[in-house]
């Protein structure tokens, strides 16, 4: 049974944009933290970014402060994280997420502890 799906990944030059979504089951959303935690190769998880859906918590990862933007519409269970000024850095599979604890998410992804994770979408960024 799928519960998440995420969409938006692709290849871009340094300092470009994109948006990836996140479209969850409703059971998978309600009172949840959503979020997105990525992972390059040969390196670990990292968790992105956090936002509670019954009520106004965001939290963000310190490498993405300032850059990342996290935002959700409750009438689509969607989750998006608009991503701007990317860097070579970002480059990592990204994966949505559920938790019932934003510490599950952030700084670490603990994959344990998920409710449920998506395939991952590809963002690569060129120099």
């Known amino acids: 049974q799928v519960q998440l799906v995420e969409s938006g990944g692709g290849s871009v030059q340094a300092g470009a944009s994109l948006t990836l979504s996140c479209a969850a089951s409703?059971?998978?959303?309600?009172?949840?933290?959503m979020g997105w935690f990525r992972q390059a190769p040969g390196k670990e998880r990292e968790g992105v970014a956090v936002?509670?859906?019954?009520?106004?918590?965001?939290y963000y990862g310190d490498s993405v402060k300032g850059r990342f933007t996290i935002s959700r519409d409750d009438a689509k269970n969607t989750v998006y994280l608009q991503m701007d000024s990317l860097k070579p850095e970002d480059t990592a599979m990204y994966y949505c997420?559920?938790?019932?604890?934003?510490?599950?998410?952030?700084?670490?992804?603990?994959?344990?502890?998920?409710?449920?994770w998506g395939q991952g979408t590809l963002v690569t960024v060129s120099s």
């Open positions: 936002i509670y859906t019954g009520g106004n918590i965001i």
């Open positions: 409703e059971y998978t959303y309600s009172n949840k933290y």
């Open positions: 997420a559920a938790a019932s604890s934003s510490y599950f998410l952030l700084p670490k992804p603990e994959p344990n502890a998920l409710d449920a």
